[in-house]
Nanobody, 123 residues
Framework: QVQLVESGGGLVQAGGSLRLSCVAS????????MGWFRQAPGKEREFVAGINRSGGTCYYADSVKGRFTISRDNAKNTVYLQMNNLKPEDTAVYYC????????????????WGRGTQVTVSS
């Protein structure tokens, strides 16, 4: 059974940084695409960043380009999201997701999801 467990969320002031982590188990980590999504109150879940199996190709939502960096450590079964220069509009629950295949997709068509970690950015 696949499990994805996020950590690293919290409360930070605008301009600050946080690093989210997601540890995966139950399926060969290096064989799967990983993604980060977020959902703010009253809004739909949206794509934030995605990374292919090797970590050589990454995709970002326009709203986070230049501020967020996704990476992965296949030896540790972990994907990370480094978030810098945080803004109040980044406040949301952040979810880690996993899908099979080789293509990163920006829709919510992922196979497995974590429970999420709350990120709150104060102004």
């Amino acid at each position: 059974q696949v499990q994805l467990v996020e950590s690293g969320g919290g409360l930070v002031q605008a301009g600050g940084s946080l690093r989210l982590s997601c540890v995966a188990s139950g399926r060969t980590f290096s064989s799967n695409v990983m993604g980060w999504f977020r959902q703010a109150p009253g809004k739909e879940r949206e794509f934030v960043a995605g990374i292919n199996r090797s970590g050589g190709t990454c995709y970002y939502a326009d709203s986070v380009k230049g501020r967020f960096t996704i990476s992965r450590d296949n030896a540790k079964n972990t994907v990370y999201l480094q978030m810098n220069n945080l803004k109040p509009e980044d406040t949301a629950v952040y979810y880690c997701a996993q899908k099979g295949g080789s293509r990163v997709v920006t829709t919510t068509r992922y196979d497995y999801w974590g429970r999420g970690t709350q990120v709150t950015v104060s102004s």
